[in-house]
């Protein structure tokens, strides 16, 4: 856990959005902060989304919020349960409106924004159901 780029506080605020959004779906959503992004980010969250095995989830409806801070790049990865039933660019207004909460510095507010945006689109697709686990953990991981 490193305080340089997320306090204790927004960390605990991310989480809570994360598991208030799992109410709305059966999509699981992380979030993954690393301190720098050498490449491409799209690339860097396909190697998280594995490291973190979140393909493990019944409908592969898991879905990757992934930043680098100080180089601010971000991606959103969905597993193929959701590309199956959305078109590629789903992610698009949601990865957009989060790059401009980032040029902002709204980095904390601009993630829980997207998250609760992830959630209630994903719920149109993978509505709760009343058995629902939270088969993916809603910790924030930082590299
Ligand atoms: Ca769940
Ligand atoms: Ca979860």
Redesign the pocket.
């Known amino acids: 856990m490193s305080n340089e780029v997320i306090n204790e506080a927004d960390r605990l605020a991310i989480q809570d959005a994360?598991?208030e959004a799992?109410e709305l779906t059966s999509g699981?959503?992380?979030v993954h902060i690393d301190k720098k992004c050498a490449g491409d980010p799209l690339k860097r969250a396909i190697q998280v989304f594995k490291k973190l095995k979140m393909y493990a989830t019944k409908e592969r409806n898991g879905v990757l919020i992934y930043l680098s801070f100080t180089d601010r790049k971000l991606a959103i990865l969905g597993d193929e349960g959701i590309d199956k039933k959305v078109g590629a660019h789903f992610w698009d207004g949601t990865k957009n409106q989060l790059i401009e909460d980032f040029k902002r510095n709204q980095f904390t507010q601009g993630i829980i924004n997207a998250v609760k945006e992830s959630g209630s689109r994903l719920k149109e697709y993978f509505p709760c159901e009343a058995d629902d686990i939270?088969?993916?953990?809603?910790e924030i991981t930082l590299d």
């Open positions: 994360i598991r799992e699981e959503i992380r939270d088969e993916l953990s809603n």
